[in-house]
């Protein structure tokens, strides 16, 4: 064909040897990823039950605080009252928190404290109500008879399932014809159907609450999973808080005393810190004044995929589902996202009436969160 110099638009649609230009591949521009559900990864088990539950335990506490109605506890003083005496035991080395001074317990009755004040040649100090104690250990008598039997209850926890839906119907006509793009119309329609599954389940894990009640759920009531922010109630860093870093931007300091908190008060292994994009930004830049290149490179990079920090190796994960002023700190290892038996995602055909075909895409799920100390939740930051 000899050349016109006419471009190919000028061509009309009369001209039947142009075939269509169209691309075999559907662009998709609704985000759809689930990062943090890739994260976790599957579950080893099933839940076999609408009410799915766990066993939880802890060790005998160690740490008190002061209970005493007098403000201040004088130098001399050798009682004095704590929240919770059944926590001590006479023998219990005790010592404040941050304080040098060591006591020694001589006697319980009740929330009441009985001490040997500058215990080992140690300089007693003044004594503060809320002041948190710490029992360094007990020490027993030779020959004595053995103490008290004192153990912990295992708490049973649980969570519900909940019931995600689609429903899909494809006409006789459609199935039929030959779409671009498409080799079946039925499968792409589940195929569509399901990634918005997947991204509510992602975004109901994170968010998701129970009803405030029948949560079995009933003929009129439906039966919600709660999400692990609203497990979260001990580990929760509010800006603004006594004690948490100032400032509403995140940054090293909120991450660190987060994390550092959360290690002292739990055995959890954080190795999760999961942001929205925003808060995602405020992490890479904790690098950017710090950051050198060479006068050849070409790219500049900017992003922190971990993050680790003297109490544990954190991956970051990016989710378009976070609140934008939260940021969640996780141990992967005490958390499950868990399908009810024979329940995951699957497609069911259903009957037809008509000219068409239809179906029903259906999974239940729960999250199983296991000690929710063991994991925190900073809350109230900026998000512009």
Same mark, same amino acid.
Not at 122 to 138: F, R
């Given at each position: 064909?000899?050349?016109?110099?006419?471009? $190919?638009?000028?061509? @009309?649609?009369?001209?039947?040897?142009?075939?269509?230009? +169209?691309?075999?591949? &559907?662009? !998709? *521009?609704?985000?759809?990823?689930?990062?943090?559900?890739?994260?976790?990864?599957?579950?080893?088990?099933?839940?076999?039950?609408?009410?799915?539950?766990?066993?939880?335990?802890?060790?005998?506490?160690?740490?008190?605080?002061?209970?005493?109605?007098?403000?201040?506890?004088?130098?001399?003083?050798?009682?004095?009252?704590?929240?919770?005496?059944?926590?001590?035991?006479?023998?219990?080395?005790?010592?404040?928190?941050?304080?040098?001074?060591?006591?020694?317990?001589?006697?319980?009755?009740?929330?009441?404290? $009985?001490?040997?004040? @500058?215990?080992?040649?140690?300089?007693?100090?003044?004594? +503060?109500?809320?002041? &948190?104690? !710490? *029992?360094?250990?007990?020490?027993?008598?030779?020959?004595?008879?053995?103490?008290?039997?004192?153990?912990?209850?295992?708490?049973?926890?649980?969570?519900?399932?909940?019931?995600?839906?689609?429903?899909?119907?494809?006409?006789?006509?459609?199935?039929?014809?030959?779409?671009?793009?498409?080799?079946?119309?039925?499968?792409?329609?589940?195929?569509?159907?399901?990634?918005?599954?997947?991204?509510?389940?992602?975004?109901?894990?994170?968010?998701?609450?129970?009803?405030?009640?029948?949560?079995?759920?009933?003929?009129?009531?439906?039966?919600?999973?709660?999400?692990?922010?609203?497990?979260?109630?001990?580990?929760?860093?509010?800006?603004?808080?006594?004690?948490?870093?100032?400032?509403?931007?995140?940054?090293?300091?909120?991450?660190?005393?987060?994390?550092?908190?959360?290690?002292?008060?739990?055995?959890?292994?954080?190795?999760?810190?999961?942001?929205?994009?925003?808060?995602?930004?405020?992490?890479?830049?904790?690098?950017?004044?710090?950051?050198?290149?060479?006068?050849?490179?070409?790219?500049?990079?900017?992003?922190?995929?971990?993050?680790?920090?003297?109490?544990?190796?954190?991956?970051?994960?990016?989710?378009?589902?976070?609140?934008?002023?939260?940021?969640?700190?996780?141990?992967?290892?005490?958390?499950?996202?868990?399908?009810?038996?024979?329940?995951?995602?699957?497609?069911?055909?259903?009957?037809?009436?008509?000219?068409?075909?239809?179906?029903?895409?259906?999974?239940?799920?729960?999250?199983?969160?296991?000690?929710?100390?063991?994991?925190g939740i900073i809350r109230g930051l900026a998000a512009s």
């Amino acid at each position: 064909m000899s050349f016109t110099g006419k471009a $190919t638009y000028t061509a @009309g649609p009369d001209l039947p040897e142009l075939a269509q230009d +169209v691309s075999d591949l &559907v662009g !998709i *521009i609704s985000p759809y990823e689930t990062p943090l559900l890739d994260a976790l990864g599957d579950p080893l088990r099933s839940a076999t039950s609408t009410h799915h539950e766990w066993l939880e335990d802890a060790l005998l506490p160690n740490k008190d605080q002061i209970d005493d109605n007098v403000i201040a506890v004088p130098v001399g003083d050798t009682q004095f009252d704590v929240a919770h005496g059944d926590r001590f035991r006479a023998g219990d080395q005790i010592q404040i928190e941050g304080k040098k001074e060591l006591m020694l317990v001589a006697e319980v009755s009740g929330n009441t404290l $009985t001490v040997v004040r @500058g215990y080992a040649g140690t300089t007693p100090q003044a004594l +503060v109500d809320g002041q &948190v104690v !710490i *029992i360094l250990g007990n020490a027993a008598l030779e020959g004595a008879d053995r103490p008290d039997t004192r153990f912990t209850n295992r708490v049973r926890r649980g969570n519900w399932t909940q019931i995600f839906t689609h429903s899909v119907e494809v006409s006789g006509s459609d199935l039929a014809a030959s779409p671009i793009g498409l080799a079946d119309e039925m499968d792409y329609q589940k195929q569509q159907r399901l990634r918005e599954l997947l991204r509510d389940l992602e975004n109901t894990v994170i968010n998701g609450g129970l009803p405030s009640s029948t949560p079995q759920g009933g003929s009129a009531v439906r039966r919600t999973l709660r999400g692990i922010i609203r497990h979260l109630k001990t580990q929760i860093f509010n800006v603004g808080d006594t004690g948490f870093p100032a400032g509403e931007q995140l940054d090293e300091a909120k991450i660190n005393y987060a994390l550092r908190t959360i290690w002292e008060n739990s055995s959890a292994g954080i190795d999760l810190i999961v942001v929205n994009g925003y808060q995602k930004r405020r992490i890479n830049s904790f690098l950017s004044g710090s950051r050198a290149f060479g006068s050849a490179e070409t790219t500049y990079r900017d992003r922190v995929s971990m993050y680790e920090s003297d109490f544990g190796l954190c991956r970051i994960v990016t989710t378009r589902w976070m609140p934008q002023d939260a940021v969640l700190l996780l141990d992967s290892s005490r958390v499950a996202v868990l399908p009810l038996a024979g329940r995951s995602f699957h497609f069911k055909p259903l009957s037809s009436r008509g000219d068409y075909e239809c179906g029903q895409l259906i999974g239940e799920y729960t999250l199983e969160l296991k000690n929710e100390a063991a994991h925190g939740i900073i809350r109230g930051l900026a998000a512009s």
